[in-house]
Structure formats: C-alpha cells, structure tokens
C-alpha cells in the first residue's frame, strides 16, 4: 500500500484510530461503512476497485490509490487535486483494519461479494464491525448517539438507498441481537470449563459482563423511541433486553463464584443433598402443623398467600410468578443453554415450580435456577435468595469457616448489613428448632422498621412467641389501623393482641381498619361502590370471627360480650358464638351468648336463644355418659332459665303470652344463615344480682373445663 508507515508501532496505530472514531461525527459513520468503488475511467470503463482511502482536497472516497495518482480532479465534486506524492489517509474502517482492531479476513470475505443484495449486507456488516470496535474498547455511548443524532432524528435522510438503510434503527437493533448471540457463545465455552480453568478466564468473563452492560444501554436508548407504542419492534426489544440483563446479572454472580471456586473450600453442614431435603421436608412439616386455621380459608387463600409456606417458598414463587414461560423468545430459550446440563434445569423447574427446586443441588445449580429465570428486575430478591442459600448450607458450623463467604458477597453486591440480617432471620424463622428461633429474636431489634415482611410476626406468633410479634407489630408502625394493611396483616394484628390479652386494643383496631376500608372504597367510582362495599363486609366478617374464635379460645367470651359491638359486628359475634355452641353443647359459649342479650336487655331475643339452647343440651345430655357434665349441664340451664324467666316478666303482658305460645315471630332469625339484631326496646333492666350468678356459674363451668378449646370446633 503506497505510503503505509511499516516502521509505526501497533499500539500507536491502534490509539489513532480509536481516537478518530470516537470523535468522528455520528453521522459520517454511515459514510465510513459504505463500500465505495473507484470513479476514475480507463479507455471508456469505470474502474470499479475498492477504495480505503479519501482525498485530501474535498474528502471524498472515489479514487482508488493508483488512480488517485493520475487523475486531476475530484470525480464526485469537480475539485483540483494536489500533485506531488502526498500520502492520502484511509477510511477509517480501513484504518481500523491496519490498526487490528477488524479483522482483515473479514474484509476480504466480504470483498467476495458481488451482487447487489450481498453487497448492501456487506455495507451493515462493516458498520456492525465499527460498532463491535466501539463496544470493545468502551465506546458505547458513541453508539448511542448513533441511534439519538443519526437513527432517531427526523431530518437525516438520503437518497442513497444504502445510506437510507444504514440510518435505520432496526441495523443497531439487528447489531445488538447479533453481538449478543456472539456473547452467549462465548459464555457456554467459558462455563464448560473445570473451575481452574474458569478461574484463568475470570478477566474475560469480567470484560463480557462489561460489554453486556453496553448493549444493555443501548437496548434502553432504543426503546426510548418507542416509548408509548405497542410496535412489535419495542416487544421485540423488550424481550432482548430482558435477556441480556438475565444473562449480565448470571455473569457477575458466577464470577464470584469462580472466584471462590464454587464454596468447594467451604464445608457444608449436610452430608449430602438427601439429608437437606429431608430437613427442608420437616421443617415445612412443623410449620404445617404450627399454622393457625384460618376463620374465612377461602377469603386468606384468595390472596395467592399460604399460612403455613416457609419464607423461601414465599420468595421462590414471586420468581415463577414472574417467570413467563409462554412469552420467552428466542433470546430467553438461548440463555437456558448457560446452565449446567444444557438447559434441563429449565424443564425441570417448570414443572416443579422454583420453590420444589430448593435445596439447589449445589451453588452452580442455584447461581443457573435464579439469575437465568424469573424478571430481571427482581434481581435484589434473587441476591437475598441466595443469601439464605448460604445461611441454609453453613449455620451452626464454625463462623471462621464461613462468615467471610456471607461478607465477601455482601461487599461484592453491595449488600447493606439489613438486607444481610433480613435474610438470615428469614432462614432462621423457617428452620423450626429453639436454637434459631432464638437466635432471630436476638437479631430482630436490628430489622424491625416499616419495611419488615408481615409474615414476620405471623411466624413469631406461630412458634409461640406473641410478645415478640407484638413488638414486630409496634416497630412496623402499621399496628394503628393508621395505614391499611392487606387482610391477612389485619388478621395478625388482631390474633397477636388478642393473645397478648389485649381484648381491647385488638377490638378497637378492628373497628378502626374495617371503617377505614369502607370510607376508601366507598370513595370508588359509582359503578363499583356497591362489590366495594361487599368487600368491606367481607373484612368485618374475618376480623369479626377472628375475634370471637380466639376469645373461645382463650376463655375471654365473657370480656368479649362486654365490648361495645355495633349491629353490623353482632351478625357475625351471634353467628360465631352460636354455631360453636351447637357444636360444643356442654361448652359455657351458649350461655355467655344469651347474657349478651340480657346485658343489652334484649329479653325477647335471649329467651328465644334459650328455648333453642335447651333443646340441643337436652339432647346432649340424653346421648352421654358422663354424670359430672350432665350435672354441671344440668345446673347451667337451671340459672340460666331462672334469670331468662325473670326478665321476660319485664316484658307487658302481650308480649310475654305471644313469646310463651309461640306466636310472636322469631327475632333475629336464629335457625338461619343470616342474623338481623332486634333494635333495642325501652324495657326494665333485669335484676343485677341474678345476673351476676349467673356469670359466676358460667365463669365457673369455664374454669373447670379443659382449658383450650380450639377456634374452629
């Protein structure tokens, strides 16, 4: 090549040409990667070679080098050209060439191509050779400006067919896809190593995370244009990018695990993966049979959550909630080849679920199973994930052993000590023996805030620590009814203050969440008040039924109808209390029921609940055997029917003959479904005394009973 400096040094030439294409004009790179032939004639015939070089003059490429010797002027713009040897400079692609940043055996396959259609493809593949230089020595933004100057503005148009298609941006979108593929290639080879010879490629794979990053860039300026649109190229886009991040995010937690040959050094506390199965199979055995029934299981499951799931089963489902295997693309099926066994962990955990992938066989399995699937941008979910991975794999062994591997993550990803902490009582809540429940109680103070997972307490309640969950509770600062919660909160909150003994505070709570939902749903659109405020009576009957099955419970029946219930609560408290005393006769729930009624001098009612009592203890006491529960029945309806007695003597005489014949309609509907309270007459209050013997009667059949008594008979 005439005037070629064989004496410069690589390096030199290199430095040069990177310098000149990340200040040349985003524009001119069209011009650059055109493939132009020499305009000069010879005897009445275009010469035709390929140019790699411009003229000094006007900067145009339409001489090759021998013509350029010989001919005067410019045969695009007419221009005089000097005489005398000067050296002329090469396009850049052609001094990328020369610098080796392109490769020359690329050049000339593409040189091989003649005809049209071929040509046009060589003319992209060079400016997509521009772009790999760019993306290879960071340069993207050079690229992204491509795509904002060049691909998106308006007002860049040529008649040239091959510039036209050149400032398209379905050529860099094509370029990204492309470059991608390259990647995904390059990474199936890096992880088909041993781990010492991954540990040599940890530069390589350090600088693919870097490119990715690139292109992941220019993937977001893309789409940028598209924004607002419902173009199959902004799906398309989308889907790549979800892709490439996976596939970024998968690269740098392997290279920690390369650098730490894969927790090989770290011993783990099972002797194999069978045993850690099995402790994962009791675990979720004990919090099985440590759950609470739920009043309304249909209502609590509704909300796609499970009382007696462990954390990680919690956290594993958001990823396959997320993971959309209907909408995965070419790119997203390309990346399964990155893990372990060639993609069958895919397969395998769709038909699973992620949660019956755990315990991950190994960390390589667990590094494939979470950073390859579920949504990209649930990445700090799958990181802590991870986490209880390790806490999982190494608690109770020595600290020293493993402690740093938990550190050295954390200050790699960049993992605040709360975040560390999080995961760890998470694993610790879930692992069902005393030493880690305790070690969690210990660490809590340390995370409890606004942001603590709710089923914190509900686990602390669980395992018999209501104490503990209270001051989850006050921590959280959601424990008010200042803040709406979901449901399954609000079922918490009642249960732990109830089992704390606040029978009280966990009423008024009540009263305050369900009259906060109603004002917001009410606030709804018109179409939608009257299924919004079904919803509100949905959220008065569990919190309601809640209350009622936990008082049963815990022997506070007679406290609980104390309380100032209004009507709408009363449906639910006389449907709870009755349907266990038809279930449990001998129980004091029945009597207490009909002293709700004599409190509120509600006699008609109370003496209707009573003929209806002694119906179903009669017939119960006819069935046993047991004297002594005969007798203490026995009793209870003999106090019970004396003060019911006493007050429907209050009542005038009408209504005293009609209630005693049968003939006065039954109130509040008893025998069915659905329970309409009485409206409160203006009638002489019952004697004091009685009344009070007869609770002493009830308090003392309570006390001598079995003690628990379980919420759902």
């Known amino acids: 090549m005439v005037g070629r400096k064989f004496d410069e040094p690589t390096a030199s030439r290199s430095q040069k040409a990177l310098i000149r294409l990340a ?17 000069a004639t010879r005897d009445l015939r275009s010469c035709g070679r390929y140019v790699q070089r411009i003229l000094i003059s006007c900067g145009h490429a339409a001489l090759c080098e021998e013509c350029s010797q010989r001919c005067d002027v410019c045969p695009i713009c007419r221009i005089a050209l000097p005489k005398g040897g000067n050296e002329l400079p090469l396009r850049l692609y052609y001094e ?24 046009l493809i060589a003319d992209v593949q060079r400016l997509c050779s521009l772009f790999d230089v760019a993306l290879e020595h960071n340069l993207v933004s050079l690229i992204c400006h491509y795509v904002t100057d060049v691909c998106m503005d308006e007002s860049a148009v040529s008649s040239d067919p091959v510039i036209a298609f050149l400032l398209d941006e379905k050529v860099v979108k094509d370029w990204c896809r492309r470059t991608f593929k390259s990647i995904l290639t390059e990474l199936q080879g890096i992880y088909s190593l041993t781990v010492p010879e991954m540990k040599r490629k940890l530069s390589l794979l350090l600088k693919i995370s870097s490119k990715l990053a690139g292109v992941s860039s220019i993937l977001e300026v893309l789409e940028s244009s598209f924004r607002g649109s419902t173009s199959a190229m902004l799906q398309d886009l989308d889907h790549l990018q979800e892709s490439i991040l996976k596939t970024k995010q998968h690269s740098e937690i392997m290279a920690w695990c390369i650098r730490n040959q894969f927790l090989e050094n770290v011993r783990s506390r099972y002797s194999d993966i069978e045993s850690w199965r099995s402790s994962i199979r009791e675990r979720k055995s004990a919090a ?5 029934p739920d009043s309304l299981n249909q209502t609590l499951e509704a909300s796609g959550q499970s009382a007696s799931s462990l954390f990680i089963e919690d956290a594993l489902s958001n990823l396959d909630a997320e993971q959309g295997y209907a ?3 070419e790119g997203e099926i390309a990346i399964s080849s990155l893990q372990m066994g060639g993609g069958n962990s895919f397969l395998l955990s769709k038909l699973q679920g992620m949660a019956g992938s755990y315990p991950f066989e190994n960390p390589r399995a667990a590094v494939d199973l979470l950073f390859l699937q579920g949504n990209s941008d649930l990445v700090v979910a799958k990181r802590a994930i991870f986490l209880y991975f390790l806490f999982d794999r190494h608690w109770t062994t020595l600290v020293d052993e493993w402690r740093y ?9 960049s993992i605040t000590r709360h975040s560390l902490l999080e995961s760890f009582v998470f694993y610790l809540l879930d692992d069902h023996s005393d030493e880690a429940l305790k070690e969690a109680s210990r660490l809590l103070p340390e995370i409890a805030g606004p942001n603590i997972h709710p089923k914190v307490a509900q686990t602390l309640l669980e395992r018999q620590n209501p104490d503990a969950a209270l001051m989850v509770l006050r921590w959280s600062g959601k424990d008010g009814g200042a803040t709406l919660v979901s449901l399954r909160e609000a079922v918490t909150i009642v249960r732990v203050r109830v089992e704390c003994g606040l029978l009280t505070e966990a009423f008024m709570y009540q009263r305050m969440i369900c009259m906060k939902v109603k004002d917001k749903k009410v606030m709804a659109a018109y179409d939608e008040v009257e299924e ?21 419970r815990r022997n506070l029946v007679d406290r609980m109808i104390e309380l100032p219930w209004n009507s709408d609560e009363e449906k639910h408290l006389h449907k709870c209390l009755l349907d266990f005393a038809m279930g449990a006769p001998s129980s004091s729930v029945g009597s207490l029921l009909v002293v709700f009624y004599l409190q509120r001098y509600r006699y008609i009612e109370a003496y209707q ?3 209806k009592l002694q119906t179903l203890e009669e017939d119960f006491i006819s069935k046993t055997r047991n004297d002594e529960i005969s007798y203490k029945m026995r009793s209870m309806i003999h106090w019970r029917k004396r003060l019911v007695s006493q007050s429907v003597d209050l009542l005038p005489d009408v209504l005293q003959q009609q209630l005693k014949s049968g003939n006065l309609p039954e109130v509040g509907n008893f025998s069915g479904n659905e329970y309409t309270p009485l409206a409160k007459p203006d009638l002489p ?11 002493f009667k009830v308090s003392q059949l309570q006390s001598e009973s079995n003690g628990f008594v379980h919420p759902q008979h």
């Open 288 to 292: 099985i049979k440590r759950a609470w």
């Open 532 to 552: 919004q405020f079904r919803n509100w009576l949905l959220w008065l009957e569990v919190l309601v039924t809640e209350i009622c099955c936990l008082c049963i």
């Open 96 to 119: 990328c060439i020369e610098a080796g940043l392109i490769s020359k055996r690329c050049d000339d396959r593409l040189l091989d191509k003649e005809d049209g259609e071929n040509q």
């Open 685 to 695: 209050k019952v004697q004091e005394p009685i009344l009070g013997n007869l609770l």
């Open 405 to 413: 591997i938990v550190d050295d993550f954390a200050v790699t990803f």
């Open 609 to 611: 609940l009573d003929c």
């Open 327 to 329: 909408d995965r693309d």
């Open 23 to 39: 200040s040349i004009d985003p524009i001119e790179l069209c011009n650059e990667a055109k493939v132009e032939r020499c305009r």
